[in-house]
């Protein structure tokens, strides 16, 4: 069974830092693309950011680019989401996502989710 | 990037019968649209990829038409597990995006 598992969410004070990691279990970690998605309270879905398989390419929404960095450790099995300059508007449920298809089969849309994160940004 | 606008906001439905929902893409994205189905404190679950496959273990009440700029999510015989918010994604063009959702509530 696809299995991922987010941490390190929590309350951090504007302008502060925060890592999410998520721990991916049950598949070949090493064939598929992630992604960060969040929602803040009683919103809709945001995409923010994307990272390849070697964690040599990334993408990110234009919201989170330059504070947001998105990374892997295949040896870890591991996907982060490294959060600096955090604002109230960052308050949200942060969801690590993967692709439904490994990249051989064509990648496929965002298809397993985590069951997410909480992320409070105040003072 | 993309916009996605989904209609209507909120659909209220009894159980039995069929539901419709609508996205529409602001430049063409071929089929590479998804729908998602979120309950309350739950994490989305993708019910159809590339506009009209089913993932794997959704009910086949569930189906997806369309292409290029306009997509609809039927939902043939609504169950009482259906009532939902459902959102539509867009794969096409980075940043990947998602509609506002439709909410599917119980009249």
């Known amino acids: 069974d696809v299995q991922l598992e987010e941490s390190g969410g929590g309350l951090v004070q504007p302008g502060g830092s925060l890592r999410l990691s998520c721990t991916a279990s049950g598949f070949n970690f090493l064939k598929y693309w992630f992604h960060w998605v969040r929602q803040a309270p009683g919103k809709g879905l945001v995409w923010l950011a994307r990272v390849n398989t070697e964690g040599s390419s990334t993408t990110y929404a234009d919201s989170v680019k330059g504070r947001f960095t998105i990374s892997r450790d295949n040896a870890k099995n591991t996907l982060y989401l490294q959060m600096n300059s955090l604002r109230a508007e960052d308050t949200a449920v942060y969801y690590c996502?993967?692709?439904?298809?490994?990249?051989?089969?064509?990648?496929?849309?965002?298809?397993?989710w985590g069951q997410g994160a909480l992320v409070t940004v105040s003072a | 990037e993309v916009v996605l606008t989904q209609s209507p906001a909120t659909l209220s439905l009894s159980p039995g019968e069929s539901a419709t929902l609508s996205c529409r893409a602001s430049e063409s994205i071929s089929s590479f649209l998804a729908w998602y189905q979120q309950k309350p404190g739950q994490a989305p679950r993708l019910l159809i990829y590339?506009?009209?496959n089913r993932a794997t273990g959704i009910p086949a009440r569930f189906s997806g038409s369309g292409s290029e700029t306009d997509f609809i999510l039927t939902i043939s015989s609504l169950e009482p597990e259906d009532f939902a918010v459902y959102y539509c994604?867009?794969?096409?063009?980075?940043?990947?995006?998602f509609g506002g959702g439709t909410k599917v509530e119980m009249k």
């Open positions: 996502v993967r692709d439904l298809f490994d990249v051989l089969t064509g990648r496929g849309p965002p298809g397993y």
């Open positions: 994604q867009q794969r096409s063009v980075w940043p990947l995006t």
């Open positions: 590339d506009a009209s």
